[in-house]
Each structure stands twice: as C-alpha cells, then as structure tokens.
C-alpha cells in the first residue's frame, strides 16, 4: 500500500500560443522596469514582445528608447527594422534592416524580413537574393511554418 498527495504543481515558462509568451515576456521587462529603468535590453525585450502581439506603433517608442540607451544593440535596429515595416516606413525599414546585417552578417531573421520587405515593394530580384544568401548561410534550417492565431 501507498500514501497519494495530489499531483504536484508544476510552474511552465512555456506556452503553445506565441501571443501569450509575449503577454509573459512583456510582463517580466515591465518587472524589471522598476529596478533598471534605464536597461537598453529591457526596453528591447518590451519592443519585441510588442511586436509579437502586432503593436508596431507601441514597440516603436520602446525600441527608440532601447537604442538611444544602447546604440550598438544589433537586435534592436532589426527589431526596428521589422516595425518600420510593418509600419510602412519602407525607407526607414530597408536602412535598420541593412544596420543589423552589417552588425552581425549572420543574423537569423535580418535577411529574411529584408527579403519580406523586398517583396512587399515588388523588388522581387533583390528579395531572392537575400533568401539565398540566407539558405547559404543556414543550409540546415527548415522553412518556418505559419503561426495560428487565436483572434481575427
């Protein structure tokens, strides 16, 4: 014979929906905010997560506030990059986008949403050269597959 206690509680970082681990993500920056107000990389993480939920007008003002505190921050000018496009800016989108390539030549997504903006201004020639210069660099790397969303 046995003693049962319950199931134990188990606490998971982890969620299959990607809008809630940006919840989660945006939560801790906020956090921490209190503490390190002038934290380059908390303003990035609440940029990031920002863009995750599809608030580019919002990451934007974080990002700015990121790169003004850390201007080297190769993430933070592709983040930039990404809502500038999803803002419209195709200009400012294309030059932050360039930044984080000749920062870090091997960035992982960098070619790829330079390739997205490409295509989005019918710059179709310039777009396959980015995605193979990307699969040259992660010849391994399979293609990502859709995200679902929960809303409309």
Do not use: C, M
């Not at 506030?65 to 201007?71: F, G, N, Q, R």
């Not at 903006?117 to 019918?122: A, H, N, S």
């Amino acid at each position: 014979s046995g003693l049962y206690l319950g199931p134990k509680r188990r606490l998971v970082a982890g969620f299959s929906v990607p809008e809630a681990a940006a919840d989660l993500a945006l939560l801790e920056a906020l956090q921490d905010l209190d503490r390190h107000p002038n934290s380059a990389l908390l303003w990035q993480n609440i940029g990031g997560a920002l863009l995750d939920l599809d608030l580019p007008r919002l990451a934007l003002d974080a990002l700015k506030k990121s790169e003004a505190l850390e201007p080297d921050l190769s993430e933070t000018r592709f983040l930039l990059g990404v809502a500038y496009r999803k803002l419209g800016d195709a200009q400012a989108a294309r030059e932050a986008l360039q930044q984080a390539i000749e920062r870090n030549p091997l960035h992982p997504q960098a070619r790829l949403e330079l390739a997205r903006l490409y295509t989005e201004l019918g710059e179709l020639d310039l777009a396959q050269s980015e995605i193979a210069t990307h699969a040259r660099n992660y010849p391994l790397q399979r293609p990502a597959e859709p995200r679902r969303s929960l809303g409309g």
